[in-house]
């Protein structure tokens, strides 16, 4: 087990409560590193990743979906990424079963913006980035995955405005979950949030995402809500199918999309 000061004690918590159901499962917590993710990935493509959370006080390149950017500073985020061996009936809505699990354990007004966004009070809280390496056919074999996810923790900083996405009502700076709960830090969350997401994790590859689908519905940020996808059709979201993928009515048709399709933005 390797870690820092700051995030010691909860390492330790993690590690005891993983261990029995991931035989092998270690913990890695360090000051800085490029990205979590890139670093499990570039072990994954070497050799058959062995249960790892490997967890950053800081990232200096670290990556979100489609290629953007996710950077973090010691204090303000909390940022990690969870690598194992999974072989699942199916990968679809893994990304979702991710996001629900860190939503339960967050707080209650913590909302799913489909795929892969954790919201609170309609502004983008986390987000998750979910990768494999290993067979091209899911069914030769288990593949390894290696789950990213980055949270604010701080309050976010007038200055986010200036680089913060545009939205309905302009700019909307991210937010952090000091809003909702003063006080908290990263070292108190990594041991809230690891054990449970491992648990929701393995009961996906046993199960499929139908099981998950009346949790994420309760917590759907999207449904009913107007849409507009990245290839410009617009439509009403109606919740997600019992795979994962999101439902849309365009023109009184409902569409499947798939997360590796397009992306989503609420009009």
Same mark, same amino acid.
């Given at each position: 087990m390797?870690t820092?000061?700051s995030l010691?004690?909860?390492a330790?918590?993690i590690?005891q409560a993983?261990?029995?159901d991931?035989?092998?499962f270690t913990?890695e917590?360090?000051e800085e ?8 990935m570039? %072990?994954a ?6 249960p !790892?959370? $490997?967890?950053?006080e800081? *990232?200096?390149?670290g990556?979100? /979906? =489609?290629?953007?950017?996710w ?6 985020s ?6 194992l061996s999974l072989?699942? %009936?199916s990968?679809?809505?893994l990304?979702?079963? !991710?996001? $629900?699990?860190?939503?339960? *354990?967050l707080h209650a007004?913590? /909302? =799913? ?6 919201w609170?009070?309609?502004r983008?809280l ?8 290993g067979?091209?056919?899911?069914r030769?074999?288990?593949r ?5 996810v ?5 309050r976010?900083a ?6 913060a996405p ?15 709960e003063?006080?908290?830090t ?6 809230r949030?690891v054990?449970?997401?491992v648990r929701?994790?393995?009961?996906f590859?046993?199960?499929?995402f139908?099981?998950?689908a009346?949790?994420f519905?309760?917590?759907?940020a999207?449904k ?5 996808l990245s290839?410009?059709t617009?439509?009403?979201a109606c919740?997600v199918?019992?795979d994962?993928a999101?439902?849309?009515r365009?023109?009184?048709?409902l569409?499947r ?5 397009v992306?989503?933005r609420?009009c």
């Open positions: 390797i820092t000061a010691a004690g909860g330790e918590a590690w993983v261990v029995p991931l035989p092998g913990v917590v360090l590193i490029d990205s979590t993710n890139t670093e499990l570039r %072990r493509r070497a050799a058959a990743l062995d !790892v959370l $490997l967890v950053a800081r *990232q200096t390149a990556r979100g /979906r =489609l290629g953007r950017g950077h973090s500073q010691a204090g303000q909390l940022t990690f990424s969870l690598g072989a699942p %009936r990968w679809s809505g990304s979702l079963v !991710v996001g $629900l699990s860190l939503a339960e *354990q007004d913590v /909302r =799913l913006k489909w795929p892969n966004d954790l609170l009070m309609g983008k986390g987000g998750i980035l979910v990768e494999t390496a067979h091209a056919d899911e030769e074999g288990p390894s995955v290696v789950i990213g980055g949270i604010n923790v701080a976010p007038e200055a986010a405005l200036a680089n545009a939205g309905p009502m302009g700019a909307m700076p991210p937010a952090g979950l000091a809003e909702v003063m006080g908290v990263a070292a108190e969350l990594l041991p949030l054990p449970p997401l929701d994790v393995q009961s590859a046993a199960e499929g139908a099981p998950f009346s949790r519905a309760a917590r759907d999207l009913d809500r107007e849409l507009r290839d410009g617009t439509g009403t919740g199918a019992e994962g999101l439902l849309v365009v023109n009184g048709q569409r999309v798939d997360s590796a399709e992306s989503v609420p």
